[in-house]
């Protein structure tokens, strides 16, 4: 069973907070398929936070495929998440290492950089959704 | 969506002071709605209204789609908890139990008397010698024992601790989990913070009106932070409603409420927290910015 938190100076809403809990005790094997998650009422009562929130985070989860609710019993973890191998990253960041020196040689600076890759990877995923 | 409460043009004057104004807004059922706003912004006045201690000076205001106190049946299905917690000092934890039974017809004695017990509470104790913290959560547990469906709460965390407040928050989540039909709550309180944990919907009352009035998720993921050198408000692209705009010789800071955030080279926009979404309301013009969320 894992336990879950809420940072309100994140600026991330409360149920993707709890989204991205899930996925990330998914990642570091805290959590394996067949576990049930916290019951949405002692998550609410523990935590402090609106049963509606936890609701919405499940039902988030269930959308992505990684848990399913069996009505009475809890909600289950069904998937497990499929990182690409490690052996993926390295062509990336190559990849991201040129494009890297290519937008110095452009003359930004590394703060207009990090600014540039956060709203462009920001719209991105916006626009995927 | 059913509307647990319903104001129109809802206005409360005392003498030549207005307290609340041209209020119009829905609470939705089974939710969780948070009241923020300076103190007398009309808060306390409109719980006040809702639960039928005030009557209007104008407009209406219905709760289950009958005026509010109507008769002892839709009194049975309000609780409400006044600023400050009240309690009666002299009389013991027990005799509150023992009046919220004799009071209210849908007394759950079971509820109370587990939750005095889980809060460690000495059933003899007079609730003038209690802690702040517990005497918050006695009136709480008088409110939730009479079941009711509609919640209303005055600012009931102001006084308390942090350590206090977050028992009292959990007590009250517990308590929505656990109604049947998912009761509705409307609280007020500064704490910003607080009401994101526990709120889905949000009003913000400044000046004796509403300034801003929706679910709390859609509220965040429409304001932004927009800055940019010095330019007018009426420059921006439509699509754009400024809430709020601050300009210093060469820079210009915007609060907007918009679709979606716009890649310009020649501005940056960010997302915006809740406090500061509030705070931006609370400075914007005295006329609503926005329409009420249906």
Known sequence: MIEFHIEPRSGVAPYLQLVHQVRQALRLGLLHEGDRLPKVKDVAAKVAINPNTVLKAYRQLENEGLVSPKPGVGTFVTGTLGEPATSEHEPLRQELRRWLASARAAGLDPESIEALFRQTFRSTVEEER | MTAIVETRALTKRYGRRTALADCTLTVPAGRV??????????????LQLACGLLTPTSGTVEVFGRPPAADGAQLGRVGFVAQDTPTYAALTVADHLRLGAKLNPRWDAALAERRVRQLGLDPTQRSGRLSGGQRAQLALTLAVAKRPELLL??????????????????????????????????????????????????????????????????????????????????????????????????????????????????????????????????????????????
């Open chain 2, 33 to 46: 709605v948070g009241l923020v706003g300076p103190n007398g912004a009309g808060k306390s006045t409109l």
């Open chain 2, 153 to 294: 709460l005055d600012e009931p965390v102001a006084a308390l601790d942090p350590l206090a407040r977050r028992a009292f928050l959990q007590s009250l989540m517990e308590f929505v989990a656990e109604s049947e039909s998912q009761a509705t709550v409307v609280l007020s309180s500064h704490l910003v913070s607080d009401l994101e944990r526990v709120c889905d919907h949000l009003i913000v009352l400044a000046g004796s009106r509403v300034q801003a009035d929706g679910e709390i998720d859609d509220l965040l993921a429409t304001h932004f932070r927009l800055t940019t050198a010095r330019r007018d408000t009426d420059t921006l692209p439509a699509g754009m409603r400024v809430v709020n705009a601050e300009h210093t010789e060469r820079q210009s800071t915007f609060v907007v409420r918009a679709e979606r955030a716009v890649d310009d080279p020649s501005w940056v926009m960010e997302p915006l927290g809740l406090e500061d979404l509030v705070l931006a309301h609370l400075t914007a013009d005295p006329r609503p910015v926005l329409e009420p969320q249906r």
